[in-house]
């Protein structure tokens, strides 16, 4: 592994993030509540910190950059961002304590909403702000955003696009992995624009619309309220919303097709037909079973049980009603969408309808074999043939997923926590998702979580943002070997 490559690379990327502290910092300089301080002391700290991390790094002539050297730049370069990103949390004195500045800012770059705030609307706007835009940026994801506007580096983007986005299958939508990243940031852009306008058009203030925007496109979940969207009783915005997450659990390939002026590409991905398939039966049945039995209005019912299976399937986090005590069927349905997830190559969390339509797939080709011995048959996704690599590597990432899982809720339950809340509590960090049951449930938050507890869910959110194998594969003798 090149250890110049990796430092030059987090150093850029340290840079970007302090330079990303000064909106937050003209904020504050707007409000005059008295933390420009701690906002300029930690964009200076951070920014220096990049530059003589790449000035360090910069005359070595070896530019080739391999796969050990993309995975550990993707992996280390997001655990900087969330430790340089916990800086605004602490100078500002928003957050006084370490483990918890860090906890809310992976939690914003990792997308996944867990927050250890109270009292949210109390928080200075431009902390607020802040805490917005690492989610904003955790969704499409930093490297991406760094290979697309940074070509200088002089290094190949591939190996860092395929660790940052490890889907089943890389979709290059340009020959070069640079204008790839671009594309996609365009299109991510873009449909963040429209949202803050739809929701300006609620009645929204520019600040709460632009906020819940960057929460919403990287499926974060973040708010600038205490009772999260429940806040905001309007019907328009609700409905504003949950589009706007679906829209960001779709492939973004799909959104970048159809602008391009190819209307059938949604219905063509036989991916994008399943995941709208469970978003409407597991919809329809929370409706039948919330209606008469939490709400008495049918159309309460279908309100709050659209949204929070759109909120939950695509790993958003927002909630409008406390589904924590809601009946056992909708509250395991809610843990279902957790673990499946939304679409690859969105910014969806979870383990993604692909893999789990694979998986069925390749389990029902199995039994067909025990009836046919002799049969030839393949596991195909649209009409494609799919590879028994990429199968296996599907059956790998799930035997690590649940195993990780299993292995981290004993240890949430080692601390004191009850059964629910620690299967509950690292479903929704692995899941990237944010509220789950008992102690971390919707109207709660994470603070009363040991602080080991903590760290353990920080080490799950790392895990689901970049896909189990991204990380794990640090933690093997044989990567670290010549």
């Known amino acids: 592994m090149h250890f110049h490559i990796l430092a030059r690379f987090i150093g850029i990327l340290v840079i970007f993030l302090g330079i990303s502290m000064i909106p937050s910092l003209l904020l504050s300089y707007l409000y005059e509540d008295g933390e420009t301080k701690g906002l300029l002391v930690s964009a200076m700290v951070t920014f220096t910190s990049g530059l003589v991390l790449f000035l360090l790094s910069r005359k070595k002539d070896d530019n080739h950059l391999n796969h050990k050297d993309g995975v550990a730049i ?15 949390y602490l100078l500002t004195g ?4 370490l483990t918890n500045a860090f906890f809310e800012s992976m939690s914003g770059f990792t997308t996944t909403g867990a927050s250890i705030l109270s009292d949210i609307e109390s928080i200075p706007k431009e902390i607020l702000f802040w805490r917005s835009l690492t989610q904003w940026f955790g969704g499409m994801g930093i490297i991406v955003l760094s290979i697309a506007i940074l070509p200088f580096l002089g290094v190949g983007g591939m190996q860092l696009y395929k660790a940052e986005i490890p889907s089943p299958v890389v979709d290059k939508l340009k020959p070069r992995i640079s204008e790839t990243a671009k594309v996609l940031w365009k299109v991510y852009i873009l449909i963040t624009a429209a949202e803050v306008v739809l929701l300006l058009f609620g009645g ?18 973040f708010s600038t309220k205490n009772a999260s969207i429940a806040h905001f009783p309007s019907l328009y915005i609700h409905v504003v919303i ?3 997450m679906l829209l960001a659990g779709i492939n973004f390939s799909l959104h970048y097709k159809l602008l391009a002026g190819d209307r059938g590409a949604f219905w063509r991905d036989s991916e994008f037909k399943v995941f709208i398939a469970l978003v409407f ?4 049945l929370i409706v039948l079973d919330t209606y008469n039995t939490v709400f008495t209005s049918l159309g309460e019912a279908v309100r709050h049980g659209i949204f929070q299976v759109a909120s939950i399937i695509t790993t958003t986090g927002f909630v409008t009603a406390d589904f924590d005590q809601w009946p056992a069927l909708s509250r395991h349905i809610l ?3 957790m673990f499946i997830g939304a679409m690859a190559g969105s910014t969806g969390g979870g383990m993604k309808v692909m893999r789990t339509m694979l998986l069925v797939k390749h389990g029902y080709r199995e039994i067909f074999r025990i009836i046919h011995p002799h049969a030839v048959t393949v596991v195909k996704l649209g009409g494609t043939p799919i590879p028994d690599e990429v199968l296996r590597g599907i059956w790998g990432f799930f035997i690590l997923f649940i195993g990780l899982f299993v292995m981290a809720t004993l240890a949430m339950a080692s601390l004191g926590l009850d059964l629910i809340s620690s299967f509950a509590s690292v479903a929704a960090s692995m899941g990237n998702i944010g509220p789950g049951l008992g102690l971390v449930g919707p109207v709660k938050n994470y ?4 602080t080991a507890g903590k760290w353990i869910l920080i080490f799950c959110m790392l895990l689901g943002r970049l896909e189990i194998y991204t990380v794990i594969v640090l933690l093997t003798p044989e990567f670290w070997r010549k």
């Open 335 to 337: 843990l279902g969408c």
């Open 281 to 284: 039966i597991f919809s329809t």
């Open 204 to 221: 929204m203030s520019l600040f709460d619309a632009v906020c819940h925007a960057f929460c919403t496109m990287p499926t974060g979940g």
């Open 447 to 450: 603070a009363a979580v040991p």
């Open 94 to 97: 928003a957050i006084s304590d």
């Open 242 to 244: 949950v589009v706007f």
């Open 74 to 88: 993707v992996t280390f370069g997001w655990v900087a961002a969330a430790l340089f990103g916990a800086l605004p």
